[in-house]
Each structure stands twice: as structure tokens, then as C-alpha cells.
């Protein structure tokens, strides 16, 4: 039975996650669960994005790219696997308006961070700060939230619709990811405020439910067929042919 179509296994999504870890240094390629936040990034946007175009930003966070000599046995099986998740993600989005993250839980002995080495590196230590005060849930949701993130940050188009539905479904995503500046941490209490999360399959309903809105509010113009319009009226089959013949246009170019 071919696998074109379905799904990867579990199996296959430890596979994937390998295969990226070994993505040629310098490199910083995605992981699993970056990977999956990502893919749902390209789907959402309001223009359908081709595989060639999104396919090479998976195997660098800052943009680096693939070396021409890298393994093609390795790449073509990276390739396989990422676009059949590309695929049911899709599927499952436009069927479902649901589909299950790929997001791995923090292990038990992380749910109070540990107290981070001693830095000189000011903005390092208030990068540590700022995660130390996260919930275990945003730390959780953090990385499946960046992988969207850096599609959004690649292909803004998204970003930059004006559409506060677009903005408020994006900020409840955003929500998981370090504040750094004081808008962005007004933001965080506010949903924080008027929008509690009890645990971590809430959050994650909450997740899928903001992607599944987006994914809604894009369709229409994801989907739009642009409109070919003729720089001149459309000549009548008894007009005059615009070759200058002076001939009658069904008896000349016009002719079947």
C-alpha cells in the first residue's frame, strides 16, 4: 500500500526528527516539533506557497543554505516525509478544521526551570529571565509556536494583513512565545487575563482552534484566481482585424 498519501507513524516522525539533526553544520535545522508549527505557518498564509520556495528554510533557522555537495539520498527522504506531513496538515485543515501537533511535553523534572549559569552576556541573561518566568505550558508550546513563527517571519504575508481577526487569532499564538518588549507583555496578560488556560490540552485546543481560524480567514484569498483583464475590447467577428489586413476579423485571424 502506498504511503503517498497518508500520514506519517510515529515511527516516522522520530525518523524525521533524526534526519534534521543530521542536517550539515553549520546548519540549525528545525525540529519535529518546530517543523510542524512551520508547516501549519505555510499553509495559513494568503497566498498558496509552493514546495520549492518553503522546503529550504526547514533546514536553517537564520536562512542558511543547504551545501550543493549535501547526501540527495538524505534530502530526498527529508523531502518525502516533510511533504507528506505538508499534506495531511493540509487535508486535515480543510476537511477537519482540526488536526493533533506535533508537540513533545517537557519532562517532569522541568516543570520549575533550574537557575541558568551565571552570564556577561546581558541580553543571553535576560533571555533566561524571560523563559524562567514562562508557564511549563508556554515552555511547552514554545517551540511548536517558533517553527510557525518563522514562517510568518520568512513569508509575511500574513503578518501583514490588515484583518484584526487575523491579529487576534495570531496573538493567541504569539501568547507562548518569550514578551520582550511591553506591548507585547500587555498582550500576554491580557489573554492571560481574559483568557485562562487550565491546563496543557486546553492550550492546545486553544492552539489548533487559532490555526483552524486563520486557516478560515486566508481561504478565500489563497484561493483567489486572478482576473485577466484584456487591454482592449474583444473585437467583434465582423470587426475589422487588428493585423491591418482591413479584412473582416472571422475571415482572417478570426477564421476556424
Not at 522520530?14 to 550539515?24: I, N, Q, V, Y
Not at 552576556?121 to 523563559?131: L, N
Request: include cysteine; aromatic fraction near 6%.
Amino acid at each position: 500500500m502506498s504511503t503517498r498519501n497518508t500520514d506519517l507513524t510515529d515511527a516516522e516522525f522520530a525518523e524525521l526528527d533524526e534526519l534534521l539533526a543530521t542536517t550539515p553544520e553549520p546548519l540549525q535545522a528545525l525540529d519535529a516539533s518546530m517543523l510542524d508549527g512551520y508547516l501549519c505557518g505555510v499553509l495559513v498564509q494568503p497566498r498558496l506557497i509552493e514546495i520549492d520556495e518553503w522546503l529550504p528554510n526547514i533546514f536553517d533557522y537564520d536562512g542558511g543554505l543547504l551545501p550543493e555537495d549535501a547526501d540527495p539520498a538524505w534530502l530526498a527522504k527529508v523531502r518525502e516525509l516533510v511533504e507528506r506531513r505538508h499534506a495531511a496538515l493540509n487535508r486535515q485543515l480543510v476537511e477537519d478544521g482540526w488536526f493533533d501537533p506535533v508537540v513533545l511535553d517537557l519532562d517532569e523534572d522541568e516543570d520549575a526551570p533550574q537557575a541558568a549559569a551565571p552570564t556577561d552576556d546581558p541580553e543571553q541573561a535576560a533571555a533566561e529571565e524571560t523563559y524562567a518566568g514562562m508557564s511549563k505550558i508556554s515552555r511547552t508550546l514554545m517551540p511548536w509556536v517558533a517553527g510557525f513563527q518563522h514562517a510568518c517571519l520568512c513569508f509575511p504575508d500574513l503578518a501583514e494583513m490588515d484583518d484584526e481577526a487575523v491579529m487576534a487569532a495570531m496573538a493567541r499564538l504569539y501568547r507562548h512565545l518569550p514578551a520582550e518588549t511591553d506591548e507585547e507583555k500587555e498582550i500576554v496578560a491580557t489573554l492571560d487575563r481574559e483568557h485562562p488556560l487550565k491546563d496543557l490540552d486546553d492550550a492546545i485546543e486553544e492552539m489548533v482552534v487559532s490555526v483552524a481560524d486563520l486557516c478560515d480567514l486566508t481561504e478565500q484569498r489563497r484561493y483567489a484566481v486572478e482576473t485577466i483583464r484584456r487591454a482592449a475590447p474583444k473585437l467583434g467577428r465582423n470587426d475589422p482585424c487588428h493585423c491591418g489586413s482591413g479584412r473582416k476579423y472571422k475571415q482572417c485571424h478570426g477564421a476556424n
